[in-house]
C-alpha cells in the first residue's frame, strides 16, 4: 500500500489529453512540493515535473503538473504513442521523515 | 553532463551482504544530497535511504533502517549502499538518483541505469 495514492492506469488516444491524479496527506504533498517521474519499462526513471509545476530543459510542454492542497495533477496534452509509460509521483513526507511514491500509473496509448 | 553509473549488484544468500556502488561525474558530488531508490520484479519505485550535501545527514526508510548503510567517498565521487541481513523481500532493481540540491527533501533529478539485486538460496 503506497503512501500516494494513483489510479493504477489510465488511456487515451493520439491527441488526446489525459490527467493522472495523486493524493497524499497533509505531511507529504500538503507540506512539500510534489514531482512526477515517467518510466519506460527497462529504462531508469525521468524526471519529467519538479516542484509542483516546472518542466526541466528537454521536457515538452505537453507536460504539465499542479497541485491543490493534499493532491497533485500531472496532465498530458496531445498524446503520442511514445508516451506509453508508466507515470510515478513522489514527494518527501515531514511525518516518516522520507520520500513516498505513489504506485504508479500505467497509461496506455489507444 | 551529469552521469549515474550503477553496479555491484547480483546474487546473494538469504542473510548475506553486498555493498552497491553509484559512480558520478558531471556535477559538484560533495554538495548534492543522494539516494537509493529500489524497484522490485513488476513493482513500483521504493525510497531506500538518502545522504544529504555538505553534513552527510542520512535517512533511511523502515523495512532497511539498521541493516543497510548509506555512505559516500568525495574523493572518489562515489556513493555506497552497504547492505546486511539480506532477504527475499531486499530482491530488486537499485537505482542511485541524484537530488536538485543539498537537501533532502530536492526531488531526484538525474537516476543511474539500476543494479539487480536477487536475494535467494
Known amino acids: 500500500q503506497s503512501v500516494l495514492t494513483q489510479p493504477p492506469s489510465a488511456s487515451g488516444t493520439p491527441g488526446q489529453r489525459v490527467t493522472i491524479s495523486c493524493s497524499g496527506g497533509s505531511f507529504n504533498i500538503g507540506d512539500n512540493y510534489i514531482y512526477f517521474y515517467q518510466q519506460i519499462p527497462g529504462s531508469a526513471p525521468k524526471l519529467l515535473i519538479y516542484r509542483n509545476d516546472q518542466r526541466p530543459s528537454g521536457v515538452p510542454d505537453r507536460f504539465s503538473g499542479s497541485k491543490s492542497g493534499t493532491s497533485a495533477s500531472l496532465a498530458i496534452s496531445g498524446l503520442r504513442s511514445e508516451d506509453e509509460a508508466h507515470y510515478y509521483c513522489a514527494a518527501w513526507d515531514d511525518s516518516l521523515r522520507g520520500w513516498v511514491f505513489g504506485g504508479g500509473t500505467k497509461l496506455t496509448v489507444l | 553532463e551529469v552521469q549515474l553509473v550503477d553496479s555491484g549488484g547480483g546474487l546473494v544468500q538469504p542473510g548475506g551482504s553486498l555493498t552497491l556502488s553509484c559512480s558520478t561525474s558531471g556535477f559538484t558530488f560533495g554538495s548534492s544530497a543522494m539516494s537509493w531508490v529500489r524497484q522490485a520484479p513488476g513493482k513500483g519505485l521504493n525510497w531506500v535511504s538518502t545522504?544529504?550535501?555538505?553534513?552527510?545527514?542520512?535517512y533511511y526508510s523502515d523495512s532497511v533502517k539498521g541493516r543497510f548503510t548509506i555512505l559516500r567517498d568525495k574523493s572518489k565521487n562515489t556513493l555506497y549502499l552497504q547492505m546486511l541481513s539480506l532477504t527475499a523481500e531486499d530482491t530488486a532493481l537499485y537505482f542511485c538518483?541524484?537530488?536538485?540540491?543539498?537537501?533532502?527533501?530536492?526531488?531526484?533529478?538525474?537516476w543511474g541505469q539500476g543494479t539487480m539485486v536477487t536475494v535467494s538460496s
Open positions: 538518483a541524484r537530488q536538485g540540491g543539498g537537501g533532502p527533501f530536492d526531488g531526484f533529478d538525474f
Open positions: 545522504i544529504t550535501g555538505g553534513a552527510g545527514d542520512t
